[in-house]
């Protein structure tokens, strides 16, 4: 059983940057996709980033240019780094990992969550 820990969240002006950090234990996620997803209150879970083996990336239209998914295999890490926040990313965000990135229902393994708001 795969364990996810979020990380890394805060409150921070519009224009400046986070960097989210997911640990994963439990399972060495180097063959897995990993992704990022968020939730604003009141709205649905939605996707934002994704990677897989090789140089695979996929980014939600919202946030493509702005931010980054990487991962560490070495470290069972996979992070996020968010430059030029907008009040529109203000959310929970949580990592999930899935057999292939090809399919959001097959993400699984959501951690705790961590907060992240941005102010204008």
């Known amino acids: 059983q795969v364990r996810l820990v979020e990380s890394g969240g805060g409150l921070v002006q519009a224009g400046e940057s986070l960097r989210l950090s997911c640990v994963a234990s439990?399972?060495?996620?180097?063959?897995?996709?990993m992704g990022w997803f968020r939730q604003a209150p009141g709205k649905e879970r939605e996707f934002v980033a994704s990677?897989?083996?090789?140089?695979?990336?996929n980014y939600a239209d919202s946030v493509r240019g702005r931010f980054t998914i990487s991962r560490d295999n070495s470290r069972n890490t996979v992070y996020l780094q968010m430059n030029s926040l907008e009040p529109e990313d203000t959310a929970v965000y949580y990592c999930?990992?899935?057999?292939?990135?090809?399919?959001?229902?097959?993400?699984?393994?959501w951690g705790q969550g961590t907060q992240v708001t941005v102010s204008t």
């Open positions: 990677t897989w083996t090789g140089r695979f990336t």
């Open positions: 999930a990992i899935a057999p292939t990135p090809a399919r959001l229902s097959e993400y699984d393994g």
């Open positions: 439990g399972r060495p996620i180097s063959v897995y996709a």
